[in-house]
């Protein structure tokens, strides 16, 4: 085990946890093997028993940014009211995550509801999953534009709501490896990722490629195994700054980070942006209606940032190749 600015890493069987040089990254040398083929197991947990679950396997949100959820279950207090919500989403849904349990973990899921009921008795919650007429599309998850959109609540006080613990939102992939951890004793060590090609005309090849992967694990197994051509990666996706690397320099799968990688045949076009042709596609396709044009014309009071939830789509469908997020960032901090 490694812990490092309030992270704790755990190590597979005959594993190795270390820093990387520029301290910024998890490695692991694995000298063994590591089996996620563990037996579901039916336990009864009280509030202290879950917390040390959390903590023995680092758990972490992958819905929230940096928060582990041994703190995160701390800051709702078991005598108050609120609510809980559980999502079948995860923020870029490169997996289904509903499926997954539902299929293949139906008793733990059931079993992971009915202790939530039983440690937070006055909660309200709100479970999403099963729900037939629930589609992902982006940023549904997003936690604060899914509350908004399934609550018809403005995305402002979603926000606070869940800022300032009204809210315990869980979304599926998180979901997933608290019932890996409470069900099946598999601790946070491993992650799916998804791999995506993009050809040279910028077709993007859907065929799913999933990986289970160990974290720390070396990532070159990844273009070893594909075709040549592919000599651009990325870890951000559309919706995100890309920032392009050599296909031979991925690097370690960072657990806390990582859910996919693009790779492409050539280096993705630069964005030349020209001028504003007025077209208001950025308003149009804007989920939110947080009036992004604003930004372009240089009325940053006009822009409802309260309302945004960053989601990048305004960027995506610009045809003049204006960078409107890195304007939100500008206004967002």
Not at 66 to 92: A, G, H, M, W
Not at 142 to 170: A, C, M, N, W
Not at 218 to 232: M, T
Request: hydrophobic letters at 35%; glycine letters at 4%; aromatic letters at 14%.
């Amino acid at each position: 085990m490694l812990a490092h600015n309030g992270k704790k890493v755990l190590a597979p069987v005959n594993g190795v946890a270390s820093l990387t040089p520029d301290q910024k990254y998890f490695q692991i040398k694995q000298d063994g093997s590591w089996s996620t083929t563990s037996p579901y197991h039916s336990r009864n947990y009280d509030f202290s028993a879950l917390l040390e679950a959390f903590d023995a396997g680092a758990l972490y949100s992958l819905d929230l940014i940096e928060t582990p959820l041994k703190d995160y279950f701390q800051k709702f207090n078991r005598d108050s009211n609120f609510k809980i919500v559980l999502s079948p989403f995860c923020r870029y849904q490169h997996l289904d995550f509903e499926e997954m349990i539902l299929r293949d973990m139906k008793d733990a899921y059931l079993s992971f509801i009915e202790l939530l009921r039983s440690i937070f008795p006055k909660a309200e919650i709100s479970n999403f999953f099963e729900v037939s007429n629930l589609d992902f599309e982006h940023p549904n998850g997003i936690p604060e534009y899914f509350l908004h959109k399934q609550f018809q609540t403005p995305v402002d006080k979603t926000r606070k709501s869940l800022i300032g613990y009204e809210v315990l939102f869980l979304g599926a992939e998180t979901i997933f490896h608290i019932l890996r951890k409470l069900y099946y004793d598999e601790p946070f060590t491993k992650r799916h990722l998804a791999v995506f090609l993009v050809d040279r005309k910028g077709r993007m090849d859907l065929e799913p490629r999933q990986f289970f992967l160990t974290n720390g694990q070396s990532l070159a197994f990844i273009p070893a195994n594909l075709d040549k051509r592919y000599k651009i990666a990325s870890f951000e996706t559309v919706f995100e700054e890309v920032n392009p690397m050599d296909v031979g320099s991925l690097g370690y799968f960072n657990i806390y980070e990582h859910c996919s990688i693009t790779l492409y045949e050539k280096l993705p076009a630069s964005r030349k942006e020209f001028s504003c042709i007025d077209c208001m596609e950025c308003n149009n396709y804007c989920p939110t209606n947080a009036n992004p044009v604003q930004l372009i014309k240089g009325k940053t009071e006009e822009f409802e940032k309260d309302l945004c939830v960053s989601c990048g789509i305004c960027t995506v469908y610009c045809p003049s190749g204006i960078d409107i997020r890195k304007r939100i960032e500008g206004v967002m901090v």
